[in-house]
């Protein structure tokens, strides 16, 4: 397991963008020892050409060198380990081979969001009743049923409380979680987590720059254990129970499955993604949040980017391929997919120049141009996917937050609620999204202590709620995070609830709504919200947020390109 932490410098520091029925393991053949051409076992995605059998390929690749580590037959995707120099190339001249890779990233979870998007550090001094233990709502904020949710303004945003008099969603509803993992022992987490159906489908010692040693047998954590944090924040925002502690859900009754992807440090493999997806179709999963952002790519280009080489073009041809098939495979057999919109403050249609990629497994970053037109920004971007944008307590596209001026290309869908650091006076930590977060990770960065107390570091940005079971203790812990990664699960919960609300029978024992049905209920029933200047114009955000992170909004109330066809909106929804 790998914890890094990022400080925030003077001046604004950008989010770094990022991001089993089919998958049949094979057993391992001896590897090609080292030797002349050979170098380090490495991790390589070879896809079959349509039609190809993906376990006749499998066994030409061994031939070739490789130690088949599994085969998912859904998309014909075989993961291997070679020791031979360049096998990528080499796995591209076979037969029967449309495209191959290293076992590329394709995605990021953002680390410590509020740090990194704070234009100075954040952590400064007191904030009210935002800040360190409580029993209640903050002052002035109507109660509900759990104690932490008077300080959830997202909620209120998307009229979640008001939603739950008709539904709070249903077990037979299930929710996907492709994240870092989810701590399925969190309090608000263990009454809906779905140990059964969870999986995990990253290995810590994939790469050692990830995740360091090995914390389980195989290397391989159990289904229930988030080292990251970020994909237990986004758990909750989606369905933490309403039990009387700490903060509920916008589904609180839903059943949440990890479907992991990303390693400990936060980064999705190719590999891992692409089983999370297939798997999530063939278990029937009817939402998938996806709160991560493309890696090492920035963009991904078909034939790559005017100044990338001919094995980076290859493999994001790759990368393209098999996410496309993945993402396809899962909508076809009934997943809803919510995605982030991203972090990068950036106009998706005409994209500044990528000076950031690859930031992994090549020779570093060079300058890219991107066509807006043509390169994708994924998993957002990719085929049948809700796009989402993030809005602050007072509705403004929060300052991070990528849009679009081309209301044509199909990459944004909705808005909901991410949190602004700088939305409203005075700045603090409560114009964040509050949900829950693992006790081992807030120990392991210094915000809570040995024995279980909020240290002065994480004053304001972590919270603590008890209660009594049984005549013991028991304790849940909560962070403070913005980003996209927040906003997306706030749509997901709201996509779950139109499933428990509208769905029905679709075969013998099962329950769900398709997700074309879903999605279009969704926007069709989000609340409206107009451009800042109208019907356009440049929305100039206030200092100390520089003029750089300015945003051209394009379009209507009806649809505009910082909040598509408008801000989620969960008892219009379920209405």
Same mark, same amino acid.
């Given at each position: 397991?790998r914890?890094s932490r *990022?400080?925030?410098a ?5 989010l770094?963008?990022?991001a089993l ?6 057993a @391992?053949?001896?590897?090609? %020892?080292?030797a002349s051409g050979?170098? %380090?076992?490495k ?6 050409e349509k039609?190809?059998?993906a ?5 030409q690749?061994?031939? !070739?060198?490789?130690?088949?580590e599994?085969?998912?037959s859904?998309?014909?995707?075989v993961t291997?380990r070679?020791?031979?120099?360049g096998?990528a190339?080499?796995a591209?001249?076979?037969?029967g ?5 290293d076992?590329?990233?394709v995605?990021?979870?953002p ?10 550090k954040p ?19 109507k ?14 945003q ?8 008709? *539904?709070?969603?249903?077990k ?7 994240d870092?993992g989810?701590?399925?022992?969190h %309090?608000d987490i263990a009454? =809906?987590?779905?140990?059964r ?6 290995n810590? #010692?994939d790469?050692?720059?990830f995740d360091?040693?090995c914390?389980?047998?195989g290397c391989?954590d ?5 080292d990251?944090?970020?994909? *237990?924040?986004?758990?909750g925002?989606?369905g933490?129970?309403? =039990? ?5 859900g916008?589904?609180?009754?839903v059943?949440?499955? =990890?479907v992991?992807?990303?390693q400990?440090?936060?980064?999705f493999l190719?590999?891992p993604?692409?089983? #999370?997806?297939? /798997?999530?179709g063939?278990?029937?999963l009817?939402?998938?949040?996806m709160? &991560?952002?493309?890696?090492?790519w920035a963009?991904n280009c078909?034939?790559?980017?005017p100044e990338?080489?001919?094995?980076e073009a290859?493999?994001?041809d790759a990368i393209?391929e098999a996410? =496309? ?5 899962a ?5 809803t997919?919510?995605? #982030? ?7 998706l @249609?005409?994209p500044r120049t990528?000076t950031?990629?690859?930031d992994?497994? &090549? ?5 890219r ?14 085929p ?5 944008s993030?809005?602050g ?7 991070y ?5 081309d209301l044509t290309s199909g ?13 409203g006076?005075p700045?603090?930590p ?13 120990q392991?960065?210094?915000d809570?202590?040995?024995n ?9 940005f972590?919270?603590k709620d ?6 013991e203790?028991?304790?849940? /812990? ?6 996209t ?6 749509a #997901?919960?709201v ?11 679709t075969?013998?024992?099962? &329950?769900?709504l ?6 279009k209920?969704?926007m069709?029933t989000a609340r409206?919200k ?8 440049? /929305? ?7 003029a750089? /992170? ?8 009806? &649809?505009?390109?910082?909040y598509?066809?408008?801000?989620v909106? !969960?008892l219009?929804?379920?209405?």
């Amino acid at each position: 397991m790998r914890r890094s932490r *990022t400080l925030a410098a003077t001046g604004v520091v950008a989010l770094a963008t990022s991001a089993l029925a089919a998958t049949a393991a094979i057993a @391992a053949p001896t590897a090609v %020892p080292a030797a002349s051409g050979h170098g %380090p076992a490495k991790s390589y995605v070879v896809l079959a050409e349509k039609g190809t059998d993906a376990k006749a390929l499998a066994r030409q690749l061994t031939r !070739a060198g490789a130690t088949v580590e599994s085969v998912n037959s859904a998309i014909g995707m075989v993961t291997v380990r070679s020791t031979v120099t360049g096998f990528a190339a080499k796995a591209r001249s076979l037969k029967g081979v449309e495209a191959a890779a290293d076992n590329s990233v394709v995605g990021r979870a953002p680390k410590d969001v509020p740090q990194q998007m704070a234009v100075e550090k954040p952590r400064n001094g007191a904030v009210g009743a935002a800040s360190g233990q409580g029993k209640g709502a903050a002052a002035g904020k109507k109660t509900k049923m759990d104690p932490f949710d008077g300080l959830l303004w997202g909620m209120d945003q998307i009229d979640a409380p008001e939603a739950h008099r008709i *539904t709070m969603g249903s077990k037979k509803v299930r929710v996907g979680v492709m994240d870092t993992g989810v701590d399925g022992s969190h %309090p608000d987490i263990a009454p =809906n987590f779905d140990r059964r159906l969870s999986r995990n489908f990253t290995n810590d #010692a994939d790469d050692p720059l990830f995740d360091g040693t090995c914390d389980y047998a195989g290397c391989v954590d159990p289904a229930d254990v988030d080292d990251d944090g970020h994909g *237990t924040h986004v758990a909750g925002t989606i369905g933490a129970a309403m =039990n009387g502690l700490g903060v509920s859900g916008v589904a609180p009754k839903v059943d949440l499955v =990890n479907v992991r992807a990303g390693q400990d440090s936060g980064y999705f493999l190719l590999g891992p993604t692409v089983d #999370a997806l297939t /798997y999530s179709g063939d278990v029937g999963l009817d939402v998938v949040n996806m709160s &991560f952002y493309v890696d090492p790519w920035a963009y991904n280009c078909p034939g790559g980017a005017p100044e990338d080489t001919a094995e980076e073009a290859a493999n994001q041809d790759a990368i393209i391929e098999a996410m =496309n098939r993945a993402l396809a495979y899962a909508h076809d057999r009934g997943v809803t997919l919510v995605a #982030a919109l991203g972090n990068g403050h950036d106009d998706l @249609a005409n994209p500044r120049t990528d000076t950031s990629s690859p930031d992994y497994g &090549f020779d570093g970053p060079h300058p890219r141009t991107i066509d807006g037109q043509a390169c994708v920004d994924l998993p957002v971007e990719g085929p049948d996917v809700v796009g989402v944008s993030a809005t602050g307590p007072s509705e403004r596209k929060a300052y991070y937050s990528n849009w679009t001026t081309d209301l044509t290309s199909g990459e944004i869908e909705v808005s909901a609620p991410g949190g602004d650091f700088y939305d409203g006076t005075p700045r603090d930590p409560a114009n964040l999204i509050l949900s829950a977060a693992p006790l081992h990770v807030l120990q392991a960065n210094g915000d809570v202590d040995a024995n279980g107390d909020i240290t002065p570091a994480g004053e304001g940005f972590v919270k603590k709620d008890c209660r009594t079971e049984d005549g013991e203790e028991v304790c849940g /812990y909560y962070q403070y995070l913005q980003g996209t990664s927040m906003a997306s699960p706030h749509a #997901a919960g709201v996509a779950a609830l139109v499933v428990a609300a509208h769905g029905g029978k679709t075969g013998p024992g099962e &329950f769900g709504l398709a997700p074309d049905v879903t999605a279009k209920i969704l926007m069709d029933t989000a609340r409206d919200k107009a451009c800042p200047n109208g019907d356009g114009g440049v /929305y100039s955000y206030a200092a100390p947020i520089p003029a750089s /992170y300015n945003a051209t909004c394009v379009g209507t109330a009806d &649809f505009n390109g910082f909040y598509g066809d408008g801000i989620v909106n !969960a008892l219009n929804a379920v209405s």
